[in-house]
C-alpha cells in the first residue's frame, strides 16, 4: 500500500539541550530538512503541554529542556519564536504554571516571547465537523491562529478519559481558561470529546508535531502516572500519524481510537500504520514497549457507546478524593465541569450521581489525592483491586 505520511523516529537519552537539538535536527533531516516545512523568517508558536503546576522531573509537562532545544533548531531560520499555552486548573492565574514546569524561565534565557492564551482574547469559531453535535461554537485563543505556523510539543503519556494524549490532544490548550471545562461538561463521552479536538485540529491546522518521549508517563496519567524513560523523539507533519505511531510504541491499536479516527475521518491525517513510513532510528517494531501501563480504567474506555446505558450501573469507574492526602487546594472544586465536588466536614468529596467520569480532577490534581474507584465488575474486570491505595 502507497505510504501517504512519514514520521521520524530519533532516539535521545536525556534531556542536555545539545543532545535534544542534535535529535530534532536529524529528525528533520531524514524528514526532508526544516525548509521543507518552514519558510525563513516564518512566526513560529511552540505549543508545550503545560497542564499543571509542577516540577519537569515528573513528566507531567512537556520538559523545558525539550522547548530550548527545539527553540534553538528553530532560531537557524527565524528569530520569530513564542511559546504558549492555556494550563488547565488555572482559575487564579497562571504564573505558577509557568514558574514550576520551567518554560517560562526557558523563554526568557531563549528569548521567546511567552504567550499567555487567557490575555490574547479569544476566537469563536463555528464547528466545521459535523459529527460535533455538542458544541456548536468554539473558542480559541487569538494567539495560536496569529503564528504564521503552530508547532505542537506534546509530552507521551496515558490519558484516563482518552488513552493517551499527544500531539492533538495537546491543542486542546488552545482552548483559552475555564471554557475547557466547559466543554468537557458538554462532551463528556470520549466519543464526542473526540470529535471536539477533531475540530479544534482543523481549526488550528499545526503545521508539525514532535514528542517529548524522552521520559514519558504511563499507568494513570496525564499526571498521576508514573515516569518511564523511553528516550524517543517522534515528529512529523501529520499529527494523525504522529500520533499513531506514539500510539502503537504504547501499546494502543490506532485505529481503534476514537481522536484519530475523528481526526481521519476529516481528512487531517491517517492512523493506518501501513501507511505511514517510519524513518529515522529503525523499525516501528524495534520501539513497540510491550509492558508499558496502560490506565487502569481503559477497558471500561472501549465500551461500544450504545450499550454504556445498560452497563453504566453495574459496570463504572468514578474518581475518589483521598483525604489524608488532599491539601484541600480546590482546584478539583473550581474545575469541576459537572459540580460534583464539593466540601462535607472540611473535607472534599465527590457526588457520584453527578460525576461525568470525565476525569478533570483526577488530571489536574496537583498532589496525587485523586484516584480511580471501580464497581465492583469493572474492579474484576480490569484486575485491578479498588483498595490498592489502602
Not at 508514573?226 to 501499546?251: F, K, N, P
Amino acid at each position: 500500500m502507497k505510504k501517504i505520511s512519514q514520521v521520524a523516529i530519533i532516539r535521545c537519552p536525556d534531556y542536555d539541550a545539545g543532545r535534544v537539538a542534535a535529535a530534532v535536527e536529524r529528525g528533520f533531516d531524514v524528514l526532508g530538512g526544516i525548509s521543507a516545512f518552514f519558510r525563513a523568517g516564518e512566526s513560529v508558536l511552540l505549543k508545550p503541554n503545560m497542564l499543571s503546576a509542577k516540577k519537569p522531573d515528573v513528566a507531567v509537562t512537556t520538559h523545558p529542556e525539550f522547548l530550548r532545544a527545539v527553540s534553538r533548531v528553530f532560531k537557524k531560520i527565524t528569530t520569530e519564536i513564542s511559546a504558549g499555552d492555556s494550563p488547565g486548573g488555572a482559575v487564579s492565574g497562571t504564573g505558577r504554571v509557568w514558574n514550576e514546569t520551567g518554560i517560562g524561565a526557558v523563554c526568557e534565557s531563549e528569548n521567546l516571547y511567552k504567550v499567555i492564551f487567557e490575555k490574547t482574547g479569544s476566537v469563536p469559531f463555528e464547528s466545521q465537523n459535523p459529527r460535533n453535535k455538542r458544541i456548536k461554537t468554539i473558542d480559541i485563543a487569538k494567539a495560536a491562529l496569529d503564528a504564521d505556523a503552530l508547532v505542537s510539543l506534546p509530552k507521551m503519556k496515558t490519558h484516563t478519559l482518552m488513552l493517551f494524549t499527544g500531539a492533538i490532544k495537546n491543542l486542546y490548550g488552545c482552548v483559552p481558561g475555564l471554557r475547557k471545562a466547559h466543554y468537557h461538561f458538554m462532551a463528556v463521552h470520549p466519543d464526542d470529546f473526540a470529535e471536539l479536538l477533531a475540530d479544534i485540529t482543523l481549526i488550528v491546522k499545526p503545521r508539525f508535531s514532535i514528542v517529548d518521549a524522552i521520559v514519558s508517563m504511563e499507568g494513570e496519567g496525564p499526571s498521576a502516572g508514573e515516569q518511564r524513560r523511553t528516550g524517543l523523539i517522534i515528529m512529523g507533519a501529520d499529527s494523525v500519524a504522529v500520533d499513531a505511531v506514539m500510539a502503537a510504541i504504547m501499546g494502543f491499536d490506532p485505529l481503534r481510537d476514537h481522536t484519530l479516527k475523528a481526526c481521519a475521518r476529516l481528512g487531517l491525517g491517517t492512523a493506518d500504520l501501513s501507511r505511514i513510513e517510519i524513518v529515522g532510528d529503525g523499525r516501528l517494531e524495534d520501539f513497540i514497549i510491550g509492558d508499558f501501563k496502560k490506565p487502569s480504567n481503559w477497558k471500561i474506555r472501549m465500551v461500544p457507546r450504545f450499550l454504556g446505558p445498560l452497563v453504566k450501573k453495574i459496570f463504572w469507574a468514578k474518581p475518589r478524593i483521598d483525604a489524608d492526602v488532599c491539601t484541600r487546594c480546590r482546584i478539583c472544586y473550581n474545575t469541576c465541569p459537572a459540580k460534583a465536588i464539593f466540601f462535607e466536614k472540611d473535607r472534599l468529596v465527590v457526588d457520584k450521581s453527578l460525576c461525568i467520569e470525565c476525569m478533570c480532577c483526577h488530571e489536574l490534581c496537583p498532589d496525587k489525592a485523586i484516584d480511580i474507584e471501580y464497581s465492583r465488575l469493572a474492579d474484576v474486570l480490569t484486575r485491578r483491586s479498588s483498595a490498592r491505595r489502602k
